[in-house]
C-alpha cells in the first residue's frame, strides 16, 4: 500500500513541471544574449528537468562543491537570497535574473544583491546575529581541517571587524546605505567586484 | 488542451459562419495572425541523428518541451536545427507521440531511463497508452520496491561503525540485533542457543520411560519421575537464562512498548511463565490438571530458535503475508468436509455396526479421507458409501493443491527477498568504502593541487608540475572557488596528517602560552588595508617565536620563496624539507628581516578566469562538458564576493601588497 502512495507522490512532483518564459523576453529582462541564455538554460535543465530547483537539490550541489565541510547552512541562506518570491523553489527566470545582476549588473545592483544577501529576515537592516549565522554557514564550509586551526571565537572576530568598518554611526545595525558608502569607499571590494565578470 | 485537437481549430473556426445570421452582437475581429509561413519541416537533431517532421505535429501539444516555445533555448541559429543532447532511441517513441497519440514504452529500455527523457520533454508519465500502460505501471512499481529496499538497507545496515558517544542502552540493542559486531554478542548469541536446545531436549527426554539400575519389578517410569531433581535443576537453569536475556533486552529495548508487543518477546515470556506459575501454585490434585497444561507451554521455547535462525522467520513471514490464500484453503476444506460427512453419514446410516455414528463423527473419515491418509479406522461398507469415499478422496486432492502454488511462490518470492537483501548489505560495506574514497579524491585534489606549487606566482618562470598545467578548465574553476573561501575566511584547507601535526605542535610545553597570548591580540580596526591577512601576520609571529616548533607545509613554502631556494614543485622536495626541520630552521633565524618584509602570497592560479572559458557566444554552441558545471560553478563564484572577500583581493594584486607590508615591516 505505501508503495502506491509513493508512486503517486512522484508523479504528482513530476506533473510539476515549470516552462519558462520565452528566450526573448529573458532576452530583454536580463544582460546575457540569447546564446548565453541557450547555454545556461541547457545546463539548467539537464539537472533540474522538471524546471524548478528545491532546497535538497542545492544543498547536494554545494555539498558536491565544498566537500571539505558542511555546506548546506549557507546553501539555505543563498537559496533564499535566489528565491525572491519565496515559493521553496528557483525557476530558471529566478536563476537567470540573479545571474545577470551577479555578473552583468551595476555596482550598485551587486551590492544591493550581497546586502540582501546578509539580511536574513529581509528587513531591511543587517544586524550583528544575522551577520553571525552568515560568517558562521561561509566557516562551516572549510570544515575541520584547517591551517591555521579554527577556534571558537573566530566567526565572532570577523563579524566585528566588519562592524567597525560598516556601521558607520555605530548603532549596531547596517543598513544599505551605510553598506553601500562603506564598501564603495574600499578599494579592495570594487576591485574584486570585477573579479567574476566572466564567469560564464 | 485535449490532445489532438489542434488540427481540427480551423474547421471549427470556419464552421463558426453557421452562428452569423443569429448573432445579436457583431463578433469579436479575428485575432492578427503571425506571419503565416504555412506549414514548414523542422529539424531536429538529436545526439546527431536527425529527425525531420511538420511544426503542425509538434504544435498539437502545447504544453510540452517540443510544443511549446521552450524548444527555442535549444535552437541552434547557425545550422537551423534544433539540437538536443539526448539519447535519439527513445526520442523516437516521444516523436511517435507527437505523430500518434500515443505513447509507447519501449521493452528494452530501462523504465528510469525512459521516465527521465518523459520529464525532459515534459511529458506526464500518464500519457502512456493503454496498450503499454499496464506493463509501465507494474515495472514501474518493482523498480521503486527495490529502491525502497535499497533505502532501508542503507539506513538499517549501519554495520559496526557505531556513533560515538552511544550510551549503554545503545551498544547493547546493537549486541542484541547484530550478534556479529562483537565477540561478547556472539558468545551470548551461542550461549542462548545452547540453553534453549538444553531445554527442549531436556522436555523431550523427561517423559522416555527409563529402566532402573536394578531389576525391579519392571515398573516403567518415565524419566523425569526418577530424576526429578535433576530435570528440575536443569529446568530452572534454562529459565533463569532466560528471564536474565528478557529482562536485558527490555531495558535496552529503544521502544520498550513497541518490545513487549513484539511477537519475540511474547514468546519468550510464554516460554518463562509457565515455570514461575508452576512455583506458585501448590502441588494439590486439583489443580495440578491445569499444572500439566502448563507444561505444554513449555515447547514453545523452541520458538526461541526463530532468532536464531533466518530461514524459520522467513517461513513464519510467508505464512502470515499468505493469511488470505490459508484462510481460502480452511474455508473451502471446511465447506468440502461438512458435505462429505453428511453424504457419507446418511450414505451409511441403514448398515449395523457402524462407525458412522454422527455426522461429527463423519468429519473424521472425510479428513483422512480428503487428505489421502487413509488410516483405516473407520470404513464404509455400502457400496454407494464407497462411491461416496473415492469421490471424496478424488475430490480432497484438488481442494489442496489448489492454494499451495500461491503459498510456495510467496515463500519463494521472500526468500530471495531476503537473500538479495543479506547480500546488499554485505556489499554495502565495500560501496560506502568506495564512494568515500571517490569523495575523498575531489578534496584531495585541491590538496595536491597547492601542494604542487599551483597556488605560485606563475611569472617566475619555473616549469610547473604537469598536473597543474594540465588540468581542465572545470578544475580549475573550482579550485579557483575553493581559493577564494580560503581568503575570505583567511584559513587554508590541510588534511588530516598536517591538522593533526599543527595540534600537536600548538600544544607543545612552553610555546603555547606564547602562542596563544599572540593569538589572543583583538585585530585592530585599521590593518585590514595595511596586513592583507591578520591571520597570517599572528602565523610569523608565532613561528618566530617557536623556533622548535614542526613546521607546516604552507610556511615550507614560505620559506622557499624568502630564500629564492626556487626547487621545483615536486612532491619529494617537499618530503625532504619536512624530513630536515633543522636546515629550513636555520635559515628561518637567518632570513628573520627577510621574513617580517615579505608574505607568502599563494598567488592565483596560472589561468585568469578570463582565459580558461570556452569560447561560448562565438562558437558552435555545442557545449563542451564543463560548461554545464560551469553554468551551475558561475552561479556558485559569484556569491562568495563581498567585504568578507576583501582579504581575497589584496592577495590577487600582490605586487601593491608586497609594497605595503614593505611599509608596515
Not at chain 1, 560598516?166 to 579592495?188: A, H, P, R, W, Y
Not at chain 2, 556479529?180 to 517423559?207: K, P, Q, R
Not at chain 2, 530435570?231 to 532466560?242: G, Q, R
Not at chain 2, 514468546?267 to 491445569?290: C, M, Q, R, T
Given at each position: 500500500m505505501a508503495g502506491t502512495d509513493k508512486i503517486e507522490d512522484e508523479l504528482e512532483m513530476t506533473m510539476v513541471c515549470h516552462r519558462p518564459e520565452g528566450l526573448e523576453q529573458l532576452e530583454a529582462q536580463t544582460n546575457f544574449t540569447k546564446r548565453e541564455l541557450q547555454v545556461l538554460y541547457r545546463g539548467f535543465k539537464n539537472e533540474c528537468p522538471s524546471g524548478v530547483v528545491n532546497e535538497e537539490t542545492f544543498k547536494q550541489i554545494y555539498a558536491q562543491f565544498f566537500p571539505h565541510g558542511d555546506a548546506s547552512t549557507y546553501a539555505h541562506y543563498l537559496f533564499h537570497a535566489f528565491d525572491t518570491t519565496q515559493t521553496g523553489s528557483v525557476k530558471f527566470e529566478d536563476f537567470v535574473t540573479a545571474l545577470s545582476i551577479l555578473l552583468?549588473?551595476?555596482?550598485?545592483?551587486?551590492?544591493?544583491?550581497?546586502?540582501?544577501?546578509?539580511?536574513?529576515?529581509?528587513?531591511?537592516?543587517?544586524?550583528?546575529?544575522?551577520?553571525?549565522?552568515?560568517?558562521?554557514?561561509?566557516?562551516?564550509?572549510?570544515?575541520?581541517?584547517?591551517?591555521?586551526?579554527?577556534?571558537?571565537?573566530?566567526?565572532?572576530?570577523?563579524?566585528?571587524?566588519?562592524?567597525?568598518?560598516?556601521?558607520?554611526?555605530?548603532?549596531?545595525?547596517?543598513?544599505?546605505?551605510?553598506?553601500?558608502?562603506?564598501?564603495?569607499?574600499?578599494?579592495?571590494?570594487?576591485?574584486?567586484?570585477?573579479?567574476?565578470?566572466?564567469?560564464? | 488542451m485535449a490532445a489532438g485537437v489542434a488540427t481540427w481549430l480551423p474547421f471549427a473556426r470556419a464552421a463558426a459562419v453557421g452562428w452569423l445570421p443569429l448573432a445579436q452582437q457583431p463578433l469579436p475581429p479575428a485575432p492578427g495572425v503571425k506571419a503565416s509561413r504555412g506549414d514548414e519541416v523542422l529539424v531536429v537533431n538529436v545526439s546527431g541523428r536527425r529527425f525531420e517532421t511538420w511544426k503542425n505535429t509538434l504544435d498539437r501539444y502545447p504544453d510540452t518541451l517540443l510544443g511549446s516555445s521552450e524548444k527555442e533555448f535549444f535552437y541552434d541559429a547557425d545550422s537551423g536545427e534544433y539540437f538536443f543532447d539526448r539519447d535519439p532511441d527513445m526520442f523516437r517513441h516521444v516523436l511517435n507521440f507527437y505523430r500518434t497519440g500515443r505513447l509507447h514504452c519501449p521493452r528494452q529500455e530501462c523504465i528510469q531511463a525512459f521516465d527521465e527523457e518523459l520529464a525532459f520533454y515534459g511529458l506526464v508519465p500518464e500519457l502512456v497508452g493503454d496498450c503499454c500502460l499496464?506493463?509501465?505501471?507494474?515495472?514501474?512499481?518493482?523498480?521503486?520496491?527495490?529502491?525502497?529496499?535499497?533505502?532501508?538497507?542503507?539506513?538499517?545496515?549501519?554495520?559496526?561503525?557505531?556513533?560515538?558517544?552511544?550510551?549503554?542502552?545503545?551498544?547493547?540493542?546493537?549486541?542484541?540485533?547484530?550478534?556479529?559486531?562483537?565477540?561478547?554478542?556472539?558468545?551470548?548469541?551461542?550461549?542462548?542457543?545452547?540453553?534453549?536446545?538444553?531445554?527442549?531436549?531436556?522436555?523431550?527426554?523427561?517423559?522416555?520411560?527409563?529402566?532402573?539400575?536394578?531389576?525391579?519389578?519392571?515398573?516403567?517410569?518415565?524419566?523425569?519421575?526418577?530424576?526429578?531433581?535433576?530435570?528440575?535443576?536443569?529446568?530452572?537453569?534454562?529459565?533463569?537464562?532466560?528471564?536474565?536475556?528478557?529482562?536485558?533486552?527490555?531495558?535496552?529495548?529503544?521502544?520498550?512498548?513497541?518490545?513487549?508487543?513484539?511477537?519475540?518477546?511474547?514468546?519468550?515470556?510464554?516460554?518463562?511463565?509457565?515455570?514461575?506459575?508452576?512455583?506458585?501454585?501448590?502441588?494439590?490434585?486439583?489443580?495440578?490438571?491445569?499444572?500439566?497444561?502448563?507444561?505444554?507451554?513449555?515447547?514453545?521455547?523452541?520458538?526461541?530458535?526463530?532468532?536464531?535462525?533466518?530461514?524459520?522467520?522467513?517461513?513464519?513471514?510467508?505464512?502470515?503475508?499468505?493469511?488470505?490464500?490459508?484462510?481460502?484453503?480452511?474455508?473451502?476444506?471446511?465447506?468440502?468436509?461438512?458435505?462429505?460427512?453428511?453424504?457419507?453419514?446418511?450414505?451409511?446410516?441403514?448398515?449395523?455396526?457402524?462407525?458412522?455414528?454422527?455426522?461429527?463423527?463423519?468429519?473424521?473419515?472425510?479428513?483422512?479421507?480428503?487428505?489421502?491418509?487413509?488410516?483405516?479406522?473407520?470404513?464404509?461398507?455400502?457400496?454407494?458409501?464407497?462411491?461416496?469415499?473415492s469421490i471424496c478422496s478424488l475430490s480432497g486432492v484438488l481442494v489442496i493443491a489448489l492454494p499451495v502454488p500461491v503459498i510456495v511462490s510467496n515463500f519463494s518470492r521472500i526468500y530471495h527477498q531476503n537473500q538479495r537483501a543479506d547480500k546488499r548489505r554485505a556489499q554495502q560495506k565495500v560501496r560506502l568504502a568506495r564512494i568515500r574514497l571517490a569523495k575523498s579524491g575531489t578534496t584531495n585534489a585541491f590538496l595536491q593541487y597547492k601542494q604542487n606549487g599551483g597556488l605560485e606566482d606563475s611569472g617566475s618562470g619555473e616549469e610547473q608540475a604537469l598536473c597543474v598545467r594540465n588540468r581542465s578548465a572545470f578544475e580549475q574553476q573550482h579550485h579557483h572557488l575553493l581559493h577564494c573561501l580560503e581568503k575570505t575566511t583567511c584559513h587554508e584547507f590541510t588534511d588530516e596528517l598536517t591538522f593533526s601535526e599543527t595540534l600537536g605542535a600548538v600544544s607543545l610545553g612552553g610555546r603555547t602560552s606564547r602562542s596563544t597570548s599572540v593569538s589572543s591580540q583583538p585585530v585592530g580596526p585599521g590593518s585590514l588595508l595595511s596586513s592583507c591577512c591578520p591571520r597570517r601576520a599572528k602565523r610569523r609571529a608565532i613561528r618566530l617565536a617557536n623556533s622548535t616548533a614542526s613546521v607546516s607545509r604552507g610556511s615550507m613554502q614560505e620559506l622557499d620563496t624568502l630564500a629564492g631556494l626556487r626547487r621545483s614543485p615536486a612532491p619529494q622536495s617537499r618530503s625532504s624539507l619536512n624530513a630536515k626541520p633543522h636546515d629550513s630552521l636555520d635559515l628561518n633565524c637567518e632570513s628573520r628581516d627577510f621574513v617580517a618584509a615579505i608574505i607568502s602570497i599563494p598567488t592565483p592560479p596560472a589561468n585568469t578566469p578570463d582565459e580558461s572559458q570556452p569560447s561560448s557566444p562565438g562558437g558552435s554552441g555545442r557545449a563542451s562538458s564543463t560548461v554545464r558545471n560551469s553554468s551551475l560553478a558561475g552561479l556558485l563564484h559569484a556569491p562568495p564576493l563581498g567585504p568578507l572577500g576583501s582579504h581575497l583581493t589584496s592577495e590577487l594584486w600582490p605586487k601593491k601588497e608586497r609594497t605595503l607590508c614593505l611599509l608596515s615591516g
Open positions: 552583468r549588473g551595476t555596482v550598485h545592483e551587486k551590492l544591493r544583491w550581497t546586502f540582501n544577501l546578509y539580511d536574513i529576515n529581509k528587513d531591511g537592516y543587517i544586524n550583528k546575529e544575522e551577520m553571525m549565522d552568515i560568517v558562521k554557514a561561509i566557516y562551516d564550509m572549510m570544515g575541520k581541517y584547517t591551517y591555521p586551526v579554527l577556534k571558537e571565537d573566530t566567526p565572532r572576530q570577523h563579524v566585528d571587524v566588519f562592524f567597525q568598518k560598516m556601521d558607520k554611526n555605530k548603532d549596531g545595525i547596517v543598513t544599505l546605505d551605510e553598506f553601500l558608502e562603506s564598501c564603495q569607499e574600499d578599494d579592495n571590494i570594487m576591485r574584486s567586484l570585477q573579479l567574476f565578470q566572466n564567469v560564464m | 499496464e506493463e509501465y505501471r507494474d515495472r514501474k512499481k518493482e523498480n521503486a520496491e527495490r529502491l525502497a529496499e535499497d533505502e532501508e538497507a542503507e539506513q538499517a545496515g549501519d554495520g559496526p561503525i557505531l556513533p560515538a558517544g552511544s550510551s549503554l542502552r545503545q551498544r547493547l540493542w546493537r549486541a542484541f540485533e547484530n550478534p556479529h559486531t562483537s565477540t561478547a554478542a556472539l558468545v551470548f548469541y551461542y550461549v542462548t542457543g545452547f540453553f534453549i536446545a538444553v531445554s527442549v531436549i531436556a522436555n523431550v527426554v523427561e517423559t522416555i520411560p527409563c529402566r532402573g539400575p536394578t531389576r525391579r519389578p519392571p515398573r516403567e517410569q518415565p524419566c523425569g519421575d526418577r530424576f526429578p531433581l535433576a530435570f528440575f535443576c536443569m529446568d530452572t537453569a534454562c529459565v533463569l537464562i532466560f528471564t536474565g536475556e528478557y529482562l536485558l533486552r527490555l531495558f535496552a529495548a529503544p521502544s520498550r512498548c513497541r518490545f513487549l508487543r513484539s511477537v519475540m518477546s511474547l514468546i519468550d515470556v510464554v516460554a518463562i511463565l509457565p515455570y514461575y506459575i508452576g512455583l506458585f501454585v501448590p502441588k494439590n490434585e486439583d489443580v495440578s490438571g491445569a499444572f500439566v497444561t502448563l507444561r505444554v507451554f513449555r515447547v514453545f521455547r523452541i520458538f526461541k530458535f526463530s532468532r536464531h535462525s533466518q530461514g524459520l522467520r522467513i517461513l513464519g513471514y510467508t505464512l502470515k503475508s499468505c493469511a488470505s490464500e490459508l484462510g481460502f484453503l480452511l474455508f473451502s476444506l471446511t465447506m468440502a468436509i461438512i458435505i462429505f460427512a453428511t453424504v457419507m453419514f446418511y450414505a451409511e446410516k441403514g448398515t449395523n455396526k457402524t462407525n458412522f455414528t454422527s455426522i461429527p463423527a463423519a468429519f473424521w473419515y472425510t479428513i483422512v479421507t480428503m487428505t489421502t491418509l487413509g488410516y483405516g479406522d473407520m470404513v464404509p461398507s455400502t457400496i454407494a458409501g464407497k462411491i461416496f469415499g
